[in-house]
């Protein structure tokens, strides 16, 4: 699309793109000991900065900020214009809480009060 415009021109508004996404995401990868930025977020898959990221595969976890989002099993799908495409095979979104085994009623008491 900017094959007209001189080398350095065109390497100025690809880094100025990537800035900018940057700032809109708040979301990040993490993997054992690393972090990466997200680029782009959809439901089948993100990308991340071909520069910064390896071909990562298994699994990582997904945080905005500081909450826990998903749980990712990845696996690296195609590289583009300096952008690595990661597609999941396995998401699970992250609880707080351990999920009970049994159907809870709604008016089931919250908590139980001793004698006195």
């Not at 495409?85 to 008016?107: G, H, M, Q, S």
């Not at 008491?109 to 006195?116: E, M, T, V």
């Amino acid at each position: 699309m900017y094959e007209f415009l001189p080398k350095d021109v065109r390497e100025g508004l690809e880094k100025a793109r990537k800035q900018d996404l940057y700032r809109k995401s708040r979301l990040r990868v993490h993997t054992d000991d690393e972090i990466f930025p997200v680029l782009k977020f959809w439901g089948t898959g993100f990308a991340l900065d071909a520069e910064n990221a390896p071909h990562l595969r298994g699994l990582v976890d997904l945080f905005d900020g500081s909450r826990h989002l998903y749980q990712c099993l990845i696996v690296a799908s195609e590289e583009e214009n300096g952008v690595m495409t990661y597609e999941f095979k396995r998401v699970t979104e992250a609880r707080d809480k351990a999920p009970l085994d049994f159907v809870r009623p709604d008016n089931a008491p919250i908590a139980l009060l001793g004698q006195g």
